[in-house]
């Protein structure tokens, strides 16, 4: 068997309003686990829907807006990905008013908890709040919550979204990421070289992971 890769940076391009970025990254913890490897994950912003209203809008709307997905097509890809979640331990608990919500603001508090050494968490956490427990991640106050639930402040949860003093950090963020061919997600950088477009599933990254390996050695 090859051995693992020692401290695998990998950088997840992501919104937590996209399922199979969760879905993506489910999968690639049990391909970690499956090689060994120790994977050192950094998360970077990207909006599915930067124009989107601050209210923002019902899922089956916006997807046949969006898409023209009709509404048989939307139920059976929301069957698909609850499926696909349960067999990688997620709830997905996807309603008939579940919205999508502008996630400027998400991002921006996780650029700040970056700086408290909790971005994992919180990232994570939004995808609970968002596709488990169905908050609304257009409401500050939710979104400091949630900080505040894992470990942070949530009054300066609060402040950085008033002040907005992150908006400049993620809008360049979010462009360098656009300069470099970064059009959907998730998009997964492996050691900061090799880009891997969406869900791929556990077998595949198993496999990524030991061709990196291997190029290691």
Same mark, same amino acid.
């Given at each position: 068997? $090859?051995e693992?890769?020692q401290?695998?940076h990998?950088?997840?391009? #992501?919104? =937590?309003?996209?399922?199979?970025?969760?879905? /993506?990254?489910?999968?690639?913890?049990?391909?970690?686990?499956?090689? /060994? @490897?120790? /994977?050192?994950?950094r998360?970077?912003?990207?909006?599915l829907?930067?124009?989107?209203?601050?209210?923002?809008?019902?899922?089956?709307?916006?997807?046949?807006?969006?898409? &023209? @997905? $009709?509404?048989?097509?939307?139920?059976?890809?929301r =069957?698909?990905?609850?499926?696909? &979640?349960?067999?990688?331990?997620?709830?997905? +608990?996807? #309603?008939?008013?579940?919205?999508?919500?502008? @996630?400027?603001?998400?991002?921006?508090? !996780?650029?700040?908890?970056?700086?408290?050494?909790r971005?994992?968490?919180l990232?994570?956490?939004?995808?609970?709040?968002?596709? @488990?427990?169905? +908050?609304? !991640?257009?409401?500050?106050?939710? !979104?400091?919550?949630?900080?505040?639930? $894992?470990?942070?402040?949530?009054?300066?949860?609060?402040?950085?979204?008033?002040?907005q003093?992150?908006?400049?950090? =993620?809008r360049?963020?979010? #462009? +360098?990421?656009?300069?470099? /061919? =970064?059009?959907?997600?998730?998009?997964?950088?492996?050691?900061?070289?090799?880009?891997?477009?969406?869900?791929?599933?556990?077998?595949?990254? $198993?496999?990524?992971?030991?061709?990196?390996?291997?190029?290691?050695?």
């Open positions: 068997m $090859t693992p890769v401290s695998l990998i950088d997840i391009v #992501s919104d =937590v309003m996209c399922p199979w970025c969760l879905i /993506g990254y489910r999968q690639l913890q049990q391909a970690l686990v499956a090689t /060994g @490897t120790a /994977g050192e994950i998360w970077h912003p990207f909006e829907n930067p124009d989107m209203p601050a209210e923002g809008q019902n899922l089956r709307e916006h997807v046949a807006e969006k898409y &023209g @997905t $009709t509404p048989e097509a939307s139920a059976e890809s =069957v698909r990905m609850t499926d696909i &979640g349960a067999e990688l331990g997620f709830a997905f +608990r996807f #309603s008939d008013d579940m919205r999508m919500h502008n @996630t400027f603001n998400v991002h921006q508090l !996780l650029h700040w908890a970056d700086q408290h050494g971005m994992h968490a990232k994570l956490a939004f995808f609970d709040a968002h596709f @488990t427990d169905r +908050r609304n !991640l257009s409401d500050k106050a939710v !979104l400091a919550d949630v900080a505040g639930e $894992t470990g942070l402040e949530r009054a300066e949860a609060l402040a950085v979204l008033a002040d003093r992150f908006a400049g950090d =993620v360049d963020a979010e #462009s +360098r990421w656009l300069k470099q /061919g =970064v059009r959907s997600v998730p998009a997964m950088i492996f050691k900061h070289r090799y880009l891997v477009s969406g869900a791929q599933g556990v077998e595949n990254y $198993t496999r990524i992971l030991e061709q990196l390996a291997q190029m290691q050695d």
